[in-house]
């Protein structure tokens, strides 16, 4: 396995772009899930996808956030008109379909809205 | 809902000193309970696990006892090496819906100094 990796690293943006983060889970992974960890804080579930199909959304999700995985294997996270409150890291992490419930994460992407 | 509560950081211990980092948690049901760490500049890396009660997650030194009756999950090294110095996430794993979503707590540094 080489790992979830996930670009950029690092990201800043202006109030009200847009940004868009992509997330390469671990090959054969079929469940992928995003999560927001804010500083000092432990990490936040976002949304979760079981192959192609987003099955989970938390209200943390508003509508200005939106998640696809086509084809069951990337994944993107996209964010509109971002906000000063959307500064965070944004973490991914896959898991294969059995009950261990073990989730691999990646690097995160860190963003930065000034 | 589910939730994690952890011991406020940071903790702070010299080199070879034994560690506690406390673990609660409320949960409906049996979740699986995990210890993630998140060294300087990386990822969140999987410690360790327990799936079920009286279970006992290990690796590299650390161990964690699974305690229904006191819903704990307390993590403890017998010797600290500076190396461990990072944050400790203790986290657990939501099967409502049928999908692990982890619930984690707010994290605790660890500092080990020489």
């Known amino acids: 396995d080489t790992g979830v990796s996930q670009n950029p690293r690092h990201k800043i943006t202006k109030r009200g772009q847009n940004v868009t983060f992509r997330c390469d889970p671990i090959s054969e992974h079929n469940r992928l899930y995003w999560y927001r960890q804010t500083l000092g804080q432990g990490p936040e579930f976002l949304t979760y996808f079981q192959n192609e199909a987003q099955l989970e959304k938390s209200r943390l999700l508003s509508d200005r956030f939106s998640a696809e995985r086509p084809k069951g294997s990337f994944s993107t996270l996209e964010i509109q008109r971002t906000e000063q409150g959307d500064s965070a890291m944004y973490l991914c992490?896959?898991?294969?379909?059995?009950?261990?419930?073990?989730?691999?994460f990646g690097p995160g992407t860190r963003l930065t809205v000034t | 809902g589910d939730s994690v509560t952890q011991m406020e950081g940071p903790v702070t211990l010299s080199e070879e000193a034994f560690l506690t980092i406390n673990c609660t948690y409320t949960a409906t049901g049996y979740p699986s309970l995990f210890w993630y760490v998140q060294y300087p500049g990386e990822g969140l890396q999987l410690l360790l696990k327990a799936t079920k009660a009286d279970d006992k997650g290990s690796n590299k030194g650390f161990e964690a006892t699974y305690r229904k009756e006191t819903t704990s999950f307390h993590l403890e090294k017998g010797s600290v090496q500076v190396s461990d110095s990072a944050v400790y996430f203790c986290a657990l794993s939501d099967r409502n819906g049928g999908f692990q979503k982890l619930v984690f707590g707010t994290g605790t540094r660890l500092l080990v100094s020489p």
């Open positions: 992490a896959s898991s294969r379909d059995t009950s261990k419930h073990e989730q691999y």
